[in-house]
C-alpha cells in the first residue's frame, strides 16, 4: 500500500486510539480540561472521546474522509486549550512531566497540518 494511503487509516487510527483512551483512562484527560468550560471535566473527556472516534470512522471511509479529515483538523485546534492548561497546571511538576506537558504545544501544528493533508487527498475521491 502506497504511503499516500496508508496516511488517511494512520491518522483513524491515531484518533481511534486517543478516542478508547478517553473512555479507558478519563482521569488523566479529566485534569486538562479548562476550568473555564461548564459542566463536568468527565463529560468533557467522554465528549471529546466521542468526537475523535467519529472522526477516525470518517476519516477511514473513503467517502466521507475529505470531510471528517477537515474537522479532524478543526478538532486538533480546537483541543489546543486543554494542552496549554495541562502546560499551566504542570509547570510544577517534574522534568519529565512538565517538558511532556510543554511538548505537545508545537504537536497539534503537524497534527493539523497531517489532516489537512488527508483532506486534500480524499477530495474528489467517490
Not at 485546534?77 to 511538576?93: C, I, L, T
Amino acid at each position: 500500500m502506497p504511503r499516500s494511503e496508508r496516511s488517511p487509516l494512520l491518522l483513524a487510527g491515531l484518533l481511534a486510539a486517543a478516542g478508547v483512551v478517553h473512555f479507558a483512562a478519563p482521569r488523566q484527560f479529566d485534569a486538562t480540561i479548562p476550568r473555564l468550560l461548564p459542566g463536568s471535566p468527565r463529560t468533557w473527556t467522554h465528549g471529546s472521546g466521542v468526537v475523535e472516534l467519529a472522526l477516525a470512522a470518517g476519516i477511514a471511509a473513503p467517502r466521507t474522509r475529505a470531510l471528517a479529515a477537515k474537522a479532524a483538523a478543526a478538532f486538533f485546534v480546537g483541543v489546543f486549550p486543554a494542552n496549554v492548561q495541562m502546560a499551566v497546571d504542570w509547570r510544577h511538576r517534574p522534568a519529565p512531566q512538565r517538558t511532556a506537558a510543554l511538548a505537545r504545544l508545537p504537536l497539534q501544528v503537524p497534527l493539523v497540518l497531517w489532516a489537512r493533508s488527508v483532506a486534500r487527498s480524499g477530495e474528489g475521491r467517490p
